[in-house]
Protein backbone atom coordinates (compact mmCIF):
# COMPACT_ATOMS: atom_id res chain seq x y z
CA UNK A 1 0.00 0.00 0.00
CA UNK A 2 1.57 2.94 -1.20
CA UNK A 3 0.85 6.51 0.79
CA UNK A 4 1.77 10.19 -0.11
CA UNK A 5 2.69 11.67 2.68
CA UNK A 6 3.09 15.93 2.75
CA UNK A 7 4.07 18.44 5.08
CA UNK A 8 2.37 21.42 6.57
CA UNK A 9 0.00 23.56 4.04
CA UNK A 10 -0.72 26.42 6.21
CA UNK A 11 -3.70 27.14 3.49
CA UNK A 12 -4.31 31.16 3.00
CA UNK A 13 -4.99 33.25 0.55
CA UNK A 14 -3.47 36.19 2.39
CA UNK A 15 0.08 37.28 1.07
CA UNK A 16 2.67 36.93 2.99
CA UNK A 17 5.31 40.07 3.68
CA UNK A 18 7.92 40.32 1.07
CA UNK A 19 6.07 37.58 -1.27
CA UNK A 20 5.35 39.27 -4.58
CA UNK A 21 3.35 36.49 -6.75
CA UNK A 22 -0.28 35.55 -6.56
CA UNK A 23 0.25 33.31 -3.12
CA UNK A 24 -2.73 31.44 -3.52
CA UNK A 25 -2.44 30.37 -6.69
CA UNK A 26 0.87 29.67 -6.22
CA UNK A 27 -0.07 27.94 -3.12
CA UNK A 28 -2.87 25.78 -5.46
CA UNK A 29 -0.54 24.96 -8.14
CA UNK A 30 1.89 22.90 -5.55
CA UNK A 31 -1.48 21.40 -4.11
CA UNK A 32 -2.71 20.35 -7.42
CA UNK A 33 0.98 18.43 -7.76
CA UNK A 34 0.76 16.65 -5.07
CA UNK A 35 -3.03 15.58 -5.16
CA UNK A 36 -1.61 14.48 -8.73
CA UNK A 37 0.94 11.92 -7.30
CA UNK A 38 -0.62 8.46 -7.61
CA UNK A 39 -1.33 6.88 -4.24
CA UNK A 40 -3.62 4.82 -2.12
CA UNK A 41 -3.94 7.36 0.20
CA UNK A 42 -2.76 11.09 1.12
CA UNK A 43 -1.78 12.39 4.31
CA UNK A 44 -1.16 15.55 5.98
CA UNK A 45 -0.14 16.10 9.21
CA UNK A 46 -1.88 19.22 10.73
CA UNK A 47 -1.74 22.92 10.36
CA UNK A 48 -4.15 22.22 6.64
CA UNK A 49 -4.82 25.70 7.22
CA UNK A 50 -3.03 28.75 8.42
CA UNK A 51 -5.73 30.02 10.60
CA UNK A 52 -9.63 29.33 11.49
CA UNK A 53 -11.17 31.04 9.22
CA UNK A 54 -10.67 30.71 5.64
CA UNK A 55 -11.99 33.04 3.09
CA UNK A 56 -15.23 31.88 1.57
CA UNK A 57 -13.85 31.74 -1.95
CA UNK A 58 -10.62 30.37 -1.34
CA UNK A 59 -12.82 26.98 0.87
CA UNK A 60 -14.67 26.79 -2.65
CA UNK A 61 -11.55 26.31 -4.18
CA UNK A 62 -9.58 24.25 -1.80
CA UNK A 63 -12.45 21.79 -0.70
CA UNK A 64 -12.87 20.34 -4.51
CA UNK A 65 -9.09 19.38 -4.37
CA UNK A 66 -8.21 17.88 -1.11
CA UNK A 67 -10.39 15.00 -1.53
CA UNK A 68 -8.99 12.00 0.12
CA UNK A 69 -6.86 13.33 2.34
CA UNK A 70 -6.44 12.27 5.84
CA UNK A 71 -5.07 14.88 8.50
CA UNK A 72 -4.81 15.56 11.93
CA UNK A 73 -5.48 19.05 14.29
CA UNK A 74 -2.34 21.59 14.21
CA UNK A 75 -2.60 24.52 16.31
CA UNK A 76 -3.43 26.70 13.28
CA UNK A 77 -6.61 25.11 12.74
CA UNK A 78 -7.79 25.37 16.14
CA UNK A 79 -9.51 28.33 17.03
CA UNK A 80 -8.46 29.51 20.62
CA UNK A 81 -7.49 25.72 20.92
CA UNK A 82 -10.65 24.78 20.27
CA UNK A 83 -11.92 22.59 17.11
CA UNK A 84 -15.28 24.69 17.00
CA UNK A 85 -16.27 27.21 13.94
CA UNK A 86 -13.02 26.52 12.06
CA UNK A 87 -12.75 25.88 8.67
CA UNK A 88 -11.11 22.66 9.14
CA UNK A 89 -14.28 21.99 10.85
CA UNK A 90 -16.32 23.38 7.74
CA UNK A 91 -14.32 21.39 5.62
CA UNK A 92 -14.46 18.27 6.78
CA UNK A 93 -18.93 18.38 7.51
CA UNK A 94 -19.01 19.50 3.36
CA UNK A 95 -17.01 16.62 2.18
CA UNK A 96 -18.90 14.31 4.26
CA UNK A 97 -18.75 11.48 2.13
CA UNK A 98 -16.45 8.52 3.01
CA UNK A 99 -12.57 8.83 2.29
CA UNK A 100 -13.24 12.50 1.28
CA UNK A 101 -11.25 14.25 4.02
CA UNK A 102 -10.64 12.41 7.04
CA UNK A 103 -9.85 14.38 10.25
CA UNK A 104 -8.36 12.24 12.91
CA UNK A 105 -7.97 13.03 16.83
CA UNK A 106 -7.66 11.38 20.00
CA UNK A 107 -10.46 13.41 21.40
CA UNK A 108 -12.69 12.45 18.53
CA UNK A 109 -11.91 10.09 15.61
CA UNK A 110 -8.73 8.41 17.21
CA UNK A 111 -7.61 5.57 14.30
CA UNK A 112 -8.57 4.73 10.72
CA UNK A 113 -8.32 1.34 9.55
CA UNK A 114 -7.07 0.94 5.71
CA UNK A 115 -8.95 -1.09 3.10
CA UNK A 116 -6.42 -3.43 3.05
CA UNK A 117 -2.96 -4.10 4.19
CA UNK A 118 -4.39 -4.59 7.51
CA UNK A 119 -2.65 -0.73 8.25
CA UNK A 120 -4.01 1.58 10.95
CA UNK A 121 -3.56 5.17 11.00
CA UNK A 122 -3.44 6.81 14.37
CA UNK A 123 -4.44 10.75 14.70
CA UNK A 124 -3.04 12.78 17.15
CA UNK A 125 -3.24 16.56 16.74
CA UNK A 126 -1.67 19.50 18.39
CA UNK A 127 -1.41 19.00 22.83
CA UNK A 128 -2.80 15.70 22.45
CA UNK A 129 -1.57 12.57 24.55
CA UNK A 130 0.35 10.32 22.29
CA UNK A 131 -1.71 6.83 22.17
CA UNK A 132 -0.06 3.13 21.87
CA UNK A 133 0.09 0.75 18.72
CA UNK A 134 -2.23 -2.05 17.74
CA UNK A 135 -0.62 -5.27 17.81
CA UNK A 136 -0.42 -7.55 14.90
CA UNK A 137 -0.99 -4.45 12.59
CA UNK A 138 0.96 -1.84 10.28
CA UNK A 139 0.87 1.58 13.03
CA UNK A 140 1.07 5.01 11.19
CA UNK A 141 1.33 7.43 13.78
CA UNK A 142 -0.15 10.97 11.91
CA UNK A 143 1.27 14.10 14.22
CA UNK A 144 1.32 17.72 15.50
CA UNK A 145 4.36 18.02 17.63
CA UNK A 146 7.22 19.64 17.14
CA UNK A 147 10.10 17.35 16.24
CA UNK A 148 13.17 17.84 15.10
CA UNK A 149 16.88 16.41 13.97
CA UNK A 150 19.44 19.43 15.22
CA UNK A 151 17.32 22.64 16.92
CA UNK A 152 15.93 25.26 14.96
CA UNK A 153 17.38 28.16 16.83
CA UNK A 154 19.75 27.76 19.71
CA UNK A 155 17.69 28.52 22.72
CA UNK A 156 14.66 26.31 21.56
CA UNK A 157 13.65 24.13 23.89
CA UNK A 158 10.04 23.06 23.70
CA UNK A 159 10.48 20.28 20.93
CA UNK A 160 11.64 16.16 20.92
CA UNK A 161 14.51 14.77 19.26
CA UNK A 162 13.44 12.89 16.30
CA UNK A 163 15.90 10.07 17.59
CA UNK A 164 14.84 9.56 20.59
CA UNK A 165 11.04 9.50 19.93
CA UNK A 166 11.12 6.93 17.24
CA UNK A 167 12.67 4.80 19.72
CA UNK A 168 10.20 4.80 22.15
CA UNK A 169 7.14 5.61 20.19
CA UNK A 170 7.05 1.79 18.67
CA UNK A 171 5.20 3.14 15.58
CA UNK A 172 6.53 1.34 11.93
CA UNK A 173 5.82 4.71 10.20
CA UNK A 174 5.24 8.11 11.74
CA UNK A 175 4.67 11.28 10.34
CA UNK A 176 5.02 14.62 11.86
CA UNK A 177 4.49 18.12 11.39
CA UNK A 178 4.86 21.94 13.11
CA UNK A 179 8.80 22.04 12.49
CA UNK A 180 8.71 23.52 9.13
CA UNK A 181 11.74 21.88 7.94
CA UNK A 182 12.28 18.56 6.04
CA UNK A 183 14.34 15.47 7.56
CA UNK A 184 13.69 11.95 7.85
CA UNK A 185 14.88 9.16 10.73
CA UNK A 186 15.15 5.56 11.25
CA UNK A 187 15.48 2.63 13.88
CA UNK A 188 14.70 -1.00 13.77
CA UNK A 189 13.12 -0.71 9.93
CA UNK A 190 10.88 2.22 11.84
CA UNK A 191 10.54 5.37 9.85
CA UNK A 192 9.57 8.86 10.77
CA UNK A 193 9.09 11.45 8.28
CA UNK A 194 8.87 15.24 8.46
CA UNK A 195 8.15 16.82 5.26
CA UNK A 196 8.30 20.65 6.55
CA UNK A 197 6.42 23.61 4.75
CA UNK A 198 4.68 23.27 0.99
CA UNK A 199 5.18 26.81 0.88
CA UNK A 200 7.64 29.46 1.64
CA UNK A 201 5.96 32.30 4.02
CA UNK A 202 8.75 34.02 4.98
CA UNK A 203 12.35 35.23 3.79
CA UNK A 204 13.94 32.64 6.57
CA UNK A 205 12.99 30.45 3.54
CA UNK A 206 14.76 31.49 0.89
CA UNK A 207 16.27 28.56 0.18
CA UNK A 208 13.75 25.80 1.35
CA UNK A 209 12.30 22.98 -0.89
CA UNK A 210 9.46 21.63 -0.09
CA UNK A 211 9.20 17.95 -0.50
CA UNK A 212 6.37 14.92 -0.16
CA UNK A 213 7.54 11.22 0.49
CA UNK A 214 5.70 8.41 -1.69
CA UNK A 215 6.29 5.83 1.16
CA UNK A 216 5.33 1.89 0.37
CA UNK A 217 4.53 0.25 3.36
CA UNK A 218 5.14 -3.54 1.52
CA UNK A 219 8.55 -2.96 1.34
CA UNK A 220 8.91 -0.19 3.35
CA UNK A 221 10.70 1.77 0.65
CA UNK A 222 10.30 5.60 0.49
CA UNK A 223 10.81 8.07 -2.58
CA UNK A 224 11.24 11.44 -1.96
CA UNK A 225 9.76 13.86 -4.30
CA UNK A 226 10.70 17.48 -4.80
CA UNK A 227 7.57 19.76 -5.74
CA UNK A 228 8.55 22.16 -8.55
CA UNK A 229 9.00 26.05 -7.11
CA UNK A 230 10.01 29.41 -8.67
CA UNK A 231 12.87 31.23 -8.26
CA UNK A 232 13.41 32.86 -5.01
CA UNK A 233 13.79 35.97 -7.14
CA UNK A 234 10.32 35.49 -9.12
CA UNK A 235 8.37 35.27 -5.93
CA UNK A 236 10.15 37.29 -2.82
CA UNK A 237 11.32 41.40 -2.42
CA UNK A 238 14.58 40.28 -2.63
CA UNK A 239 15.36 43.88 -2.08
CA UNK A 240 13.57 44.09 1.12
CA UNK A 241 15.37 40.73 2.56
CA UNK A 242 18.88 42.26 2.22
CA UNK A 243 17.52 45.37 4.26
CA UNK A 244 15.94 43.05 7.22
CA UNK A 245 19.36 41.64 7.01
CA UNK A 246 21.26 45.00 7.61
CA UNK A 247 18.70 46.19 10.02
CA UNK A 248 18.89 42.72 11.90
CA UNK A 249 22.44 42.58 12.36
CA UNK A 250 23.42 46.39 13.01
CA UNK A 251 20.48 45.28 15.95
CA UNK A 252 22.50 42.11 16.86
CA UNK A 253 26.04 44.15 16.91
CA UNK A 254 23.96 47.02 19.34
CA UNK A 255 22.85 44.00 21.56
CA UNK A 256 26.47 42.82 22.15
CA UNK A 257 27.87 46.26 22.83
CA UNK A 258 25.04 46.87 25.25
CA UNK A 259 26.25 43.55 27.29
CA UNK A 260 30.02 45.14 27.68
CA UNK A 261 28.63 48.21 29.27
CA UNK A 262 28.34 46.61 33.18
CA UNK A 263 29.00 49.87 34.19
CA UNK A 264 27.02 52.72 32.35
CA UNK A 265 28.17 55.81 32.89
CA UNK A 266 26.07 59.37 31.85
CA UNK A 267 27.80 59.36 28.60
CA UNK A 268 26.78 56.21 27.39
CA UNK A 269 23.21 57.00 28.27
CA UNK A 270 23.36 60.13 26.10
CA UNK A 271 25.16 57.87 23.32
CA UNK A 272 22.21 55.34 23.45
CA UNK A 273 19.78 57.80 23.38
CA UNK A 274 21.60 59.62 20.55
CA UNK A 275 21.68 56.12 18.66
CA UNK A 276 18.35 54.99 19.49
CA UNK A 277 17.13 58.85 18.01
CA UNK A 278 19.01 58.28 14.60
CA UNK A 279 18.43 54.72 14.14
CA UNK A 280 14.49 55.41 15.01
CA UNK A 281 14.69 52.75 17.71
CA UNK A 282 11.05 51.97 18.96
CA UNK A 283 10.41 53.81 22.38
CA UNK A 284 9.01 51.18 23.87
CA UNK A 285 12.68 49.23 23.44
CA UNK A 286 14.66 51.71 24.82
CA UNK A 287 12.29 51.84 27.72
CA UNK A 288 13.05 48.48 28.06
CA UNK A 289 16.91 48.86 27.70
CA UNK A 290 16.50 51.56 30.11
CA UNK A 291 15.11 49.91 32.88
CA UNK A 292 17.68 46.90 32.51
CA UNK A 293 20.18 49.23 33.02
CA UNK A 294 19.44 50.39 36.33
Known amino acids: MRFLITGDWHATDKRPE ?5 YWQSFLGKLKFIMGIEADYRIQPGDLTDSPALSYEA ?33 EASLFDEGDLTVLSQTEDPVMECNKGNVIIHGCGYNEDI ?10 LLIHKMIVEEKIWNKQEDFEWASSFIRRNKFDLIVSGDNHQFFTANFDNRYLFNCGSLMRSTTAQLEHKPKVVLFDTDSRRARII ?8 K ?6 VLKEKERDEKLDAFISGLTQHKEMSLSFEENLNAYAKENKINPKIMNIIKECMV
Open 235 to 240: VFRLDE
Open 59 to 91: FCELIHIIKGTITTWGQHDLRFRNKSNTALRAL
Open 18 to 22: NRIDD
Open 226 to 233: EVPIEPAE
Open 131 to 140: PKPIVGAFNI
